[in-house]
């Protein structure tokens, strides 16, 4: 039967119809589907990526029973060899972890790597428990006075008390602590709780990082926690570094506590200060932090007699049969290990040297009778000994 085209209009009209009906539906599918994806595009991605952690770094809880109950995260990392070694290393403690964590790990490794710091345990600490406020909280713990505009604030007594009470114990009970050597380091809100701590429980740290620390906090209320360390007589030596970055309006502020505190000519505080150039407020921390490592954990350079040290001189072979050579040039004792391949070395003591081109450390080995028998060649990675062959 032949179709009208009355007909087939009619039929391809439904059919449109249809197709439109189907289209529609598929699209409104579409967007509930979309709206599924974006709302646990979270729980996928981490389905199939997992979190980012840094080798070798660990996370461990810990509730305080002085700071309200609050659960803390501990973020560690031990340096190489910790656990079959027998000696103590140096504590770094970072506040603001949950931000800085990764940034001083590699700070750290490069300083180390390069022969400025010794390997150190890294305690960075943030706030643990459900959905934390890092803004919040830092406000209350790092902040030794209330100021209206934040109403948790002023916790620093308390804050501090932590760390000294439950956190140095924890710490120095699970891994191989040097409690003579601790460091703290802290930006920001951090900074000012960095320079608290100095100023009123100076003892308990011995090296101390602050980046643009908030100065102006409570109108300046850090001067008074100055002010009562400075009329106390303390006689603790320490090393401290602080920062500021370049176009903060806090400058003016910073160059005014910075003269302040150098003009006390404390005799026991070491203070080095740096205005960052062309950098802003969390800027300060890659540079600032790298160089308050570099400057906190110094090494000693003695003057060496050159008399004595021209007894270290002479030829030397390694194991694997490559030759080096020790030579007192201008009273600096250098290592080649070939003409064009040269360390100064720098003396820590009598017999132990080091350069700060590289990971590289000297330790020269002598005989009953003073007689120099070779030397003990640390590098990145192990340590040879080079026998005297002279």
Request: glycine share 8%.
């Amino acid at each position: 039967m032949e179709i009208s085209l009355f007909e087939r209009a009619k039929h391809a009209y439904k059919t449109l119809q249809l197709i439109i009906v189907i289209n529609s539906s598929i699209e409104q599918t579409m967007k509930k589907l979309l709206t599924l994806l974006f709302a646990t595009g979270t729980l996928l991605v981490c389905a199939q990526y997992p979190a980012f952690e840094i080798p070798g770094s660990q996370v461990k809880k810990l509730t305080s029973t002085i700071v309200a109950n609050q659960e803390y995260d501990l973020h560690i990392l031990l340096p190489p060899g910790h656990e079959k070694s027998n000696k103590k290393y140096p504590v770094l403690y970072l506040m603001d972890s949950q931000w800085d964590f990764p940034l001083v790990s590699a700070l750290q490794g490069q300083q180390y790597f390069d022969g400025f710091v010794p390997p150190v345990i890294i305690i960075g600490v943030t706030w643990g428990g459900t959905k934390p406020n890092p803004d919040s909280l830092r406000a209350r713990d790092y902040t030794p006075t209330n100021e209206a505009r934040s109403p948790q604030s002023g916790g620093a007594e308390n804050f501090l008390s932590f760390i000294e009470n439950e956190l140095f114990p924890f710490v120095e009970n699970n891994y191989k602590a040097d409690t003579n050597n601790r460091t703290l380091v802290g930006c920001s809100l951090g900074g000012l709780f960095t320079l608290y701590t100095l100023f009123t429980k100076p003892s308990l740290f011995q090296k101390f990082i602050a980046a643009t620390p908030a100065i102006g906090w409570d109108n300046e209320v850090i001067y008074q926690y100055e002010k009562q360390y400075f009329e106390s007589g303390a006689t603790v030596n320490a090393r401290v570094f602080i920062c500021e970055d370049g176009v903060e309006r806090g400058v003016q502020a910073y160059e005014k506590f910075v003269k302040h505190l150098t003009g006390r000519n404390y005799k026991n505080l070491k203070i080095q200060t740096r205005v960052l150039e062309n950098t802003g407020h969390s800027g300060t921390k890659g540079e600032g932090y790298a160089r308050g490592l570099q400057y906190v954990f110094q090494r000693t350079s003695l003057k060496i007699n050159p008399g004595y040290a021209k007894a270290f001189t002479g030829s030397y072979r390694l194991p694997n049969g490559i030759a080096v050579e020790i030579k007192l040039e201008d009273n600096q004792l250098n290592l080649y290990f070939s003409p064009n391949n040269k360390y100064i070395l720098k003396a820590a003591t009598e017999t132990d040297y080091y350069s700060t081109a590289e990971f590289l450390n000297v330790r020269f080995k002598q005989d009953p009778h003073k007689n120099v028998t070779g030397f003990y060649l640390e590098r990145f990675g192990g340590t040879q000994l080079a026998k005297n062959v002279k």
